[in-house]
């Protein structure tokens, strides 16, 4: 419970100049909250290293976290699950999203929990707050993208998969139609 609120502080602090892409500029923070509200409530997950990796996940993809920083205070379990899921802001980005299909199979188990949680609650952003600038083609090769990861997160936590299904076939639905509407505007 300490080391999840802990968490939760370490990740707002590091966010805190951050906004999420979408046109109302939401605190970056709502996104690893998210992620880690799911896990917990609908995933059921009470390993509070697996939560506080959920909270911690973009830290070092997005911020100037070091991974020391992290092993310092939450232990090197936690650093191992937030360096599984972070990018490697080396490669391009075409390449890092091949790099992320191939390896989602072979992630530990609190990784891939990570990725369903942080996979749906982008999809739903994408849906209820696209990002800025984004047209509907984007956000349609997000889905798509999305599903192809999910085939390697399979058999990891059924409620988790179940919910990712779901908003999959509702948001891709969404997304197809602003394909087609003439009049839908994102800037
Ligand atoms: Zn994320």
Known sequence: MKKVLESACFAAKKH????RKNAGNTPYINHPL???HLLATVGGV???DI??????????????????????????????????????????????KRFQVEHAPFLSNGAKLIKLGDRIANMRSIVHEPPAGWPPLRQAEYFKWSQMVFQG???TNEALENLFEEEFVQGYQVVLAREKDPDYTNN
């Open 16 to 19: 805190t100049n951050q906004r």
């Open 34 to 36: 998210e992620v880690a």
């Open 46 to 48: 009470t390993d509070e």
């Open 51 to 96: 939560l506080s990796a959920a909270l911690l996940h973009d830290t070092i993809e997005d911020t100037e976290t070091l991974p020391g920083e992290i092993s310092a205070r939450f232990g090197d379990v936690v650093l191992s699950y937030v360096l599984e899921v972070s990018d490697d802001k080396m490669l391009p980005k075409a390449e890092r």
């Open 153 to 155: 997160l399979r058999n």
